[in-house]
């Protein structure tokens, strides 16, 4: 065709107009002048973009800087705050005092001033005396009574707070002098008899100061906002500039929760550019002159060239008479030509697109979806092909999920995985052939393979046995295994959608029931599916954590019991990562009561080594032993780490001694003190260190612990039970039994005769 109309066009009458140079200059300078011009402005967009990106890190590094520093300078007067709670006796003997104005009162202030002088960012501090009864205030320069102190209102909503004091957010306090100063607060609560405060308030104005300082550039702006996104402090901006801005970095604060943006202010394109980007500028429109001279010449120099070939062209055939004599447009042969070579080049590539393989692809899923094919034809064919039919034929989708995917894809290169899944495709034909069963199947993703049987009439087990007999075959000839979820039977083709949910519904349950095997919905009716997040399951796992936290070997066998006690039920794999997960971050929580170099250990390997393990396997027994395995690891560094510590043995004993002797109502840190030769506060710091928890609180647990064994295997009266296990009085065991359990021995005790809960 493209050469028959290239000896059409040659026939046609001459006459030509030399007008193909003008169109050549026409066509190209405009797309050289364009292409330049592209050029130079992507050119500018990217050395804009490299600035932008630079500027970026650049003012990153500086909000971070800024923030650090913010942070640091409140978390030093956070410090001094708490320090000075348990360090300084002139505050404690005023708190004491209870309503007296002593020398203690005087003292404080000038503490009070001492901490203002070390800390500049603080407008004011003061302490206030039992807040409940409007006790004194006591400030740098003066004592007040509570009820003529204006911050009185924000002292009463920290006795309402019931959450961790930390820094407030932005707020107004007037001080004695009643100038209203934009401050935020940090208070610290005196926990003795009466209670107190201390109150610390950061000016704003200082804090913005401190920024100001640190910025060196008049183009930067800082903005801090509170946890409440009210904005506190905004350096650098002045509206009176009316520039716009855009906020390059955005950082939140972990100890304070205050948000810090900043960026540059924009000036404008102009106001950015160098004399060094004018010239750049200047040179690039001198080569473009340059360029349109240059196509000028060279055109004139190719335009008889083009010329003599048309001249032949035409000359090739002898014109004919009755053909046009008018002008002939040079550009509209070309176009012709290539008119006809690009329709046939487009004819072979739709006819190349049109796969067999695609299109059989795309009505097996829009079968499996529950879509009716669109192509009518062509579904015919490919059942024609398979030997599946749309007639009513008992019909069902098997789903072969390939074990251990991972370790698959880790061990095979994308080309042999291919091949080996072509050799179960094969296989699966021919055992179907051999037991008569028609057959159509696609690979729906890169694990699972989506099987379509048919038969006439009914099935009678030919599709389990199917299944079986290729999975025997995958054991003994391939080096993997399948799973196979057998989905429920319908009666024709286009109900495979039922069947196909079915089925892979069943792999869902290939964590409980195992794997190398075929599970059927009727496998999930015979057995007892339970439900994976009850009261008893969240128990035991807390029960093994805090025994592996405290060091004790029993918290392997409570850990075996909790998934021996999973595997007596069925569940999805979905089930068991939620009980995982679970125990995870619980057993995060109580790393934080450890060391910070433990919890750094378990946040960086371990607990990416359990949630790896967790994407790996794929049944109960690969996450128990997985699961245990790197406990044991943890649990053994640990051991280590405390058997070298020089005090380990002696903290043993001391933890034997108080598991012996609970029921001692003498039993402290002065009887212990006397006991091994130990001060009792470094002793419940060591115990702290050691075990995660305190003195006080390991002796409340293990006689409490040891009430309820006596509550549930006895029917000794509440107050035999609490003179055994170190309590003088009833009504203090009582009260401390119901903080501890959360209710009474009398009401423990009955919840335990009516219901089976083995322990709360």
Partial sequence: MFVRRIEELSREESGLHRNWFYRLLLSYLPVFIIIVTVLLLISFKAVSDLSRKEASKANEAFIRDVLQTIDKSLREIDQTLTREIFANRDIQQFIMEEGKIGFSSYEVALKLRQIREDHPLIESIYVVRDPERKGDVVLENSILKMEHFSDRSYLEELQKETRPYSWSGLRVYEGVSGRPVNVISLARKINLSPAGFIVANVSMER??????????????????????????????????????RDDLTRLTSRYTSFEIRGGFKYIGLLGSLSAFTYGLIGAGLVSVIIGIIWIIFISRRNYRPMERILDRLKKTKEPKEGLRTNRLDEFKTIESAIVAMTEETSRFEKQAEESLIYTKRAIFLDLLAGKQPLLAEQFAGFRQGSGTDDGRKTTAVV????????????????????????????????????????????????????????????????????????????????????TFGMGTEVETIYQVSFSYESALHCLKFK?????????????????????????????????????????????????????????????????????INYTVFYMRRVMMELSADWLKKWEQEFMPNILDMMDSAETLEEVASGFTDLLNELWNQMELDRTRKSNHILLLEVRGFIKHHYGNPDLSLIYLNDKFGISGKYLSQLFKEEFGENFMDFLVRTRMENAKKLLRESDDPVQEIAGKVGYTTSIAFIRTFKKTVGSTPGDYRKSLAESNVPYR
């Fill in 399 to 482: 789903v072969a999920e390939i074990d251990g995917y991972l370790a698959f894809c880790s061990r095979y290169s994308p080309e042999d995985q291919q091949l080996l899944k072509f050799v179960v495709e094969k296989s699966l034909g021919e055992l179907a052939a051999e037991l008569a069963v028609s057959i159509w199947m696609e690979w729906v993703d890169d694990r699972r393979l989506a099987i379509i049987l048919q038969i006439s009439g009914k099935a009678s087990g030919l599709f389990s046995r199917l299944c079986e007999h290729a999975g025997k075959w995958m054991k003994s000839r391939l080096p993997f295994t399948a």
């Fill in 207 to 244: 804090l913005q100061s401190l920024i100001e300082e640190m910025s060196a550039s008049p183009l930067n702006y800082v903005s801090l906002f509170d946890a409440q996104g009210q904005k506190m402090v905004a350096a650098g901006l002045d509206p009176k500039d009316g520039f716009s």
């Fill in 511 to 579: 964590a409980s029931l195992g794997k190398d095997r075929m599970i059927a919905s009727h496998d999930l009716i015979r057995v007892k599916q339970g439900e994976m997040f009850n009261f008893n399951h969240v128990l035991i796992v807390q029960s093994f954590v805090q025994a592996f936290k405290r060091g004790e070997r029993e918290w392997a066998e409570k850990c075996r019991a909790l998934f021996e006690q999973i595997g007596s039920s069925v569940f999805t794999k979905d089930d068991l990562n939620n009980l």
